[in-house]
């Protein structure tokens, strides 16, 4: 698999510390979004206005029609406050409130501009709708037996059902890895996958700040494993909550793991907010989402994360060895 390089992707070979000041240019936000995403949901409000056309032409007058723009709508508004908590939440608690307060250093210096906020916001917002779209899907997937929903009893006293929550955490970072690295091919790169990494310094807005091709690949993930792996609702829903929450905290923008973590078997399989971090700046490197195996397993963790993780976290104890003093 050819890998796209940080070169080719018009960036530098170079590892640097991100602690140099950086020339910031005002660039169009709102035009090139629209460009990018008004044909794919465009196509997404065609089909869907086809398909509905279809139902009431040849007098179908099917329920799983009928009902697909309320499944389409809950899951949008439901998607929308699962990102606005998350995401606005950790903003206001590390950008507004902590920062101030010197007890967390920010891994990079300098932190991202308003401009590159906004065009977070916009591109995860427009993947919000991807992902009600494959909710749809799910929802038909359901109705017509092809997935493996089940119902009743108390799910939290049955061991299939936390096992289901660990398999589909686990399925979902191998997803994630390899589709990853699938978009890190030249061609997909360019068409797809730079839209997320005009974050050069994300914030946890860029949550899901996706190409439409992208937020596709991700969502379908769940009515893929739904195929043969039975699941509770509430399977989905502990798995979406440690998905956001993963997702803010790498692009977070702070290190929340001790300065210990990289140091120890027992922890440092699991990713760090500096992985992904380093990730937006050097590009052919650190590609998991959850847990590190796959990039210890196949060698693409960056040479220097652990230097850079030690960097980091050491500025946060010196703060707080100042502080007591």
């Known amino acids: 698999m050819s890998i796209v390089s940080e070169r080719s992707a018009g960036q530098d070979d170079r590892w640097e510390r991100p602690d140099r000041p950086q020339a910031k ?100 917002i427009a993947s919000l709708a991807v992902f009600a779209g494959v909710g749809v899907l799910v929802y038909w997937g359901k109705v017509a037996g092809v997935l493996q929903f089940y119902y009743g009893g108390n799910p939290l006293t049955q061991p299939y059902f936390w096992f289901s929550v660990v398999a589909m955490i686990v399925i979902h970072d191998a997803w994630f890895y390899w589709t990853h690295r699938l978009l890190h091919t030249k061609l997909l790169y360019a068409k797809v996958h730079r839209i997320h990494h005009l974050s050069h310094n994300p914030t946890p807005w860029a949550a899901f700040a996706f190409h439409p091709v992208e937020a596709f690949v991700q969502a379908i993930v769940l009515p893929l494993t739904a195929i043969f792996m039975p699941m509770h609702p509430l399977t989905v829903i502990f798995w979406m909550l440690y998905m956001t929450g993963m997702n803010v905290f790498g692009h977070l923008g702070f290190e929340l793991f001790p300065r210990w973590f990289l140091r120890s078997r027992l922890s440092n399989w699991h990713n760090t907010g500096v992985h992904h971090n380093m990730h937006h700046r050097c590009v052919s490197s650190n590609f998991g989402l959850y847990f590190n195996l796959w990039d210890q397993w196949f060698g693409t963790n ?24």
């Open 25 to 124: 240019k005002s660039k169009p936000i709102f035009r090139p979004f629209l460009r990018t995403v008004a044909p794919w949901l465009g196509g997404l409000f065609l089909l869907a206005v086809i398909i509905s056309a279809a139902d009431w032409a040849l007098g179908w007058n099917l329920q799983v029609i009928s009902r697909a723009r309320t499944v389409f709508a809950a899951v949008y508004l439901t998607n929308l406050i699962r990102y606005v908590v998350a995401a606005g939440g950790a903003f206001l608690l590390f950008y507004v409130v902590l920062r101030k307060t010197g007890w967390l250093t920010p891994i990079q210096k300098n932190l991202a501009a308003a401009s590159d906020m906004r065009r977070e916001v916009f591109y995860s």
């Open 302 to 325: 960056h040479p220097d994360y652990q230097a850079e993780f030690e960097r980091v976290t050491a500025g946060r104890a010196n703060s707080a060895s100042e502080d007591a003093d």
